[in-house]
């Protein structure tokens, strides 16, 4: 296929970003489509499909531009990205990605590791989780297309990315949430001016009749039909933490899995910094953690199975609640390349794991988050890394979206405003002891 992308200039400013995408393929079945094609699932097999890329024409525009003068965000590496107007590019906007790499000494100390890093996705731009990363991709797609409305089947955090970024682009989001919707994400919807529409169904459900809605009313929807475009911008994750630890990829990685988006595209993004000879990637493990109430990935890889049996979702981690996830496949490749494993943890522990997080790292994340660091937790208490071994844990979303599912935390009654009554109550405090009242 020909790539005609770069160089192509009107009034001066190039048109053409310098993505080497040469079209779409199958996941299973490897048939091909060019990239002007909309399809998202493969009419043959009916799997999804992936974004393919000239590598070799990557390599020579990397070198073009040095890093230097690249920007920091998810377009750092737009040579491995899909989108090939840089209208749509501008319009979408320059501000999510290149999130912090935090060398998390404290939560290390407590977990016997002294290289342990968060990716923390909680700071995110503009609507604070790594669905950022994926929606931006998506609506970058939906602008090449020519399109004025999006929507999203949504269990939080894309709807809010979808409700930010059609904003900043305008056109009109529609968000559909499942029965267990969170209320505060759902408001920061209506808030950006997103139509919100709660359908009585869990997210496989809803997800089913989004596709249906989709063909019956051509409604491009961010995580269905624009799925290819979404999948990719999930990569750009690997891109960066490699490049913030100069370049050597971490031993481990340990992320959150809901449909299996990010950790088999970590995977693939690791894989193509090695095939550009960026770094050596391939000893990189990837674990993957889901709620205990959710956890048909996690537990067809400890299983050793091949297939992912869905189940019905349970679990306060409502953001991680996909029974049947569409990318589970992938990311059951991915763990198993890599020698990564998969562990599960209970709202309790998940909870514990969010505490844990902020009272160490001063980290506010929300139950996805929780349940990474839980399942950090165990896979450090079980000797699955090695003490001194560089440890990356992916924090995903941030909490000030999810604080009405923590559990409620007592309330201290009111203390007189007088210095003898406050010096009581801060002796009291100080000691470890709480307020009478707690």
């Known amino acids: 296929m020909s790539i005609a992308y770069a ?12 993505s080497c995408v040469v079209g779409l393929i199958c996941n299973i079945c490897g048939r091909r489509f060019a990239i002007e094609e909309t399809e998202f699932a493969c009419p043959e097999c009916g799997k999804g499909l992936d974004i393919e ?45 290149y999130t ?6 404290r939560l290390g100390a407590e977990l016997g590791l002294s290289n342990l890093y968060i ?28 399109h004025s409305e999006i929507g999203c089947v949504s269990t939080g955090n894309v709807g809010t990315a979808v409700a930010a970024f059609a904003a900043k682009a305008g056109v009109k989001p529609y968000v559909f949430y499942p029965n267990r919707l969170e209320p505060t994400k759902a408001r920061v919807c209506r808030a950006l001016g997103a139509e919100v529409c709660q359908v009585d169904g869990n997210y496989d459900e809803v997800n089913r009749a989004c596709r249906a809605l989709a063909e019956a009313s051509g409604l491009q929807i961010a995580n269905i039909t624009l799925r290819p475009f979404y999948a990719d911008g999930a ?13 050597q990829s971490p031993a481990h990685i340990v992320t959150a899995a809901a449909g299996g988006t990010l950790s088999s595209r970590l995977h693939k993004g690791l894989v193509e910094l090695e095939r550009l000879e960026l770094a050596e990637t391939e000893q990189t493990r990837i674990h993957i953690a889901q709620p205990s109430g959710c956890n048909p990935i996690a537990s067809a890889i400890l299983a050793e199975d ?17 029974g049947a996830p569409g990318d589970g496949y992938l990311v059951i490749d991915a763990v198993r390349k890599r020698g990564g494993t998969g562990g599960f943890a209970s709202d309790p522990e998940i909870f514990a794991g969010i505490d844990l997080l902020a009272s160490t790292e001063g980290i506010l994340t929300e139950p996805a988050g929780g349940t990474t660091v839980a399942v950090l937790q165990k896979l450090a208490a079980a000797g699955r890394f090695e003490p001194d071994e560089v440890v990356v844990a992916v924090i995903t979303g941030n909490g ?39």
């Not at 160089?7 to 310098?18: D, L, N, P």
């Not at 912090?100 to 000494?105: E, R, T, Y």
């Not at 990569?235 to 370049?247: P, S």
Request: negative net charge; glycine residues 4%; hydrophobic residues 35%.
């Open 53 to 97: 890329y000239d590598y070799e024409m990557a390599a020579a525009r990397l070198r073009e531009v040095p890093l230097a003068e690249r920007p920091h965000n998810i377009w750092r590496f737009e040579e491995l990205l899909p989108i090939v107007s840089r209208a749509a590019q501008a319009r979408v906007g320059r501000h999510a990605g």
């Open 306 to 322: 091949a297939e992912i049996r869905p189940v019905t979702p349970e679990t306060a981690a409502h953001s991680l609640a996909i």
């Open 400 to 438: 000030l979206k999810t604080l009405e599912d923590h559990p409620a935390k007592p309330w201290p009654s009111m203390v007189r405003c007088d210095s003898d009554s406050m010096l009581e109550v801060l002796e009291r405090m100080q000691h470890g002891e709480h307020h009478p009242d707690d």
């Open 235 to 247: 990569k750009t994750m690997a891109f960066e933490i490699v490049e913030q630890l100069d370049w």
């Open 119 to 146: 990716k923390d996705d909680s700071s995110n731009r503009p609507s604070f989780s790594y669905k950022d990363r994926v929606v931006s991709m998506s609506m970058a797609r939906l602008l090449e297309l020519g």
């Open 100 to 105: 912090p790499l935090i060398h998390a000494d």
């Open 7 to 18: 160089g192509q200039r009107a009034g001066g400013r190039s048109e053409k970003t310098r």
